[in-house]
């Protein structure tokens, strides 16, 4: 045991390190609170010695013992199932929901998350075995590096032209550009809506994007990060100020129109392209040859 410590050490170290720098909190606000914390970095700490403890249990060949992985990955993809439903009862009480493919894909980033420490604790120990201290030292910063950069996912703004837009009533219809959205009976609201609400056009750099944000899931992640960081004036009887998104589906460009608490055209700009583009959203018609054809016409 003694002779395998150091290297157990070390991977449980940068393994437990990934975790803390992928565990950050961020304006969705998830998770935010101590228990939510306390429950990730356990979970991190435990994938981390099940990839540090891996090494040594090869090295003795002890080869059934790396058998335990596999119910590790079933732990795994039960904190996926916790993420989803806590989310989801949290989504209840909101007034502009996450929607089910923003909560999907939150939870599997969170189940991911865990195997990227272990395979971080894993490889540092490989390398401690075979260099010792500089050798785990650099492997561990490898890793680190690679951790962070597979986080940096793609958000509406790398994918999309986002504008402000004009807000007008074609009579009781909100309309956002040409791309008409609801129904505004009340004459006060319709003022209200001119005088207070703004507009963006969310306009897809290629095919791909396209199919993209055409995706009602996406677009509802659009509405609820710019609810989140703009505030909102909708109450849950007030419906027709619910931040909104609506595509023109003569040019797949979507309008989404809200009322901010904060009026704001710059900052509405910034938050839409700073929603990330869902997992389950994502589409790449342009990789089929029925693709490329149609995005020509």
Same mark, same amino acid.
């Given at each position: 045991?003694?002779?395998?410590?150091?290297?157990?050490?070390?991977?449980?170290?940068?393994?437990?390190?990934?975790?803390?720098?992928?565990?950050?909190?961020?304006?969705?606000?998830?998770?935010?609170?101590?228990?939510?914390?306390?429950?990730?970095?356990?979970?991190?700490?435990?994938?981390?010695?099940?990839?540090?403890?891996?090494?040594?249990?090869?090295?003795?060949?002890?080869?059934?013992?790396?058998?335990?992985?596999?119910?590790?990955?079933?732990?795994?993809?039960?904190?996926?199932?916790?993420?989803?439903?806590?989310?989801?009862?949290?989504?209840?009480?909101?007034?502009?929901?996450?929607?089910?493919?923003?909560?999907?894909?939150?939870?599997?980033?969170?189940?991911?998350?865990?195997?990227?420490?272990?395979?971080? $604790?894993?490889?540092?120990?490989?390398?401690?075995?075979?260099?010792?201290?500089?050798?785990?030292?650099?492997?561990? $910063?490898?890793?680190?590096?690679?951790? @962070?950069?597979?986080?940096?996912?793609?958000?509406?703004?790398?994918?999309?032209?986002?504008?402000?837009?004009?807000?007008?009533?074609?009579?009781?219809?909100?309309?956002?550009?040409?791309?008409?959205?609801?129904?505004?009976?009340?004459?006060?609201?319709?003022?209200?809506?001119?005088?207070?609400?703004?507009?963006?056009?969310?306009?897809?750099?290629? $095919?791909?994007?396209?199919?993209?944000?055409?995706?009602?899931?996406?677009?509802?992640?659009?509405?609820?990060?710019?609810?989140?960081?703009?505030?909102?004036?909708?109450?849950?009887?007030?419906?027709?100020?619910?931040?909104?998104? @609506?595509?023109?589906?003569?040019?797949?460009?979507?309008?989404?129109?809200?009322?901010?608490?904060?009026?704001?055209?710059?900052?509405?700009?910034? $938050?839409?392209?700073?929603?990330?583009?869902?997992?389950?959203?994502?589409? @790449?018609?342009?990789?089929?040859?029925?693709?490329?054809?149609?995005?020509?016409?």
């Amino acid at each position: 045991m003694d002779a395998h410590l150091g290297t157990i050490v070390a991977g449980v170290l940068a393994g437990t390190v990934s975790r803390v720098l992928t565990l950050y909190l961020d304006y969705r606000q998830y998770p935010g609170y101590p228990h939510g914390y306390i429950t990730h970095l356990s979970l991190g700490f435990i994938a981390s010695a099940l990839g540090a403890v891996a090494v040594p249990a090869i090295l003795e060949q002890d080869y059934t013992a790396v058998t335990f992985l596999a119910l590790a990955a079933q732990q795994f993809r039960e904190v996926r199932g916790m993420e989803r439903k806590t989310l989801e009862r949290l989504d209840e009480n909101e007034l502009v929901k996450r929607g089910s493919d923003y909560i999907e894909g939150i939870a599997r980033t969170f189940e991911a998350r865990n195997y990227l420490t272990m395979a971080c $604790a894993f490889f540092t120990s490989i390398a401690y075995q075979l260099g010792k201290t500089p050798a785990a030292v650099l492997m561990a $910063a490898l890793t680190l590096v690679f951790v @962070r950069a597979f986080m940096a996912g793609e958000s509406i703004g790398d994918i999309c032209e986002v504008v402000p837009a004009r807000i007008w009533f074609k009579g009781p219809v909100l309309m956002v550009e040409d791309i008409s959205f609801i129904n505004v009976g009340l004459p006060e609201v319709r003022e209200k809506i001119a005088r207070e609400g703004l507009a963006v056009l969310v306009k897809p750099a290629n $095919a791909d994007a396209r199919a993209t944000v055409c995706d009602l899931g996406q677009r509802q992640a659009m509405a609820h990060t710019v609810a989140l960081l703009l505030g909102t004036k909708k109450d849950v009887d007030l419906p027709e100020l619910t931040p909104l998104a @609506r595509i023109d589906p003569e040019t797949g460009t979507v309008g989404l129109f809200t009322v901010p608490l904060e009026r704001d055209a710059e900052a509405l700009v910034m $938050a839409v392209k700073r929603t990330p583009v869902l997992e389950s959203a994502r589409a @790449r018609p342009l990789k089929a040859q029925a693709g490329r054809l149609a995005a020509r016409r």
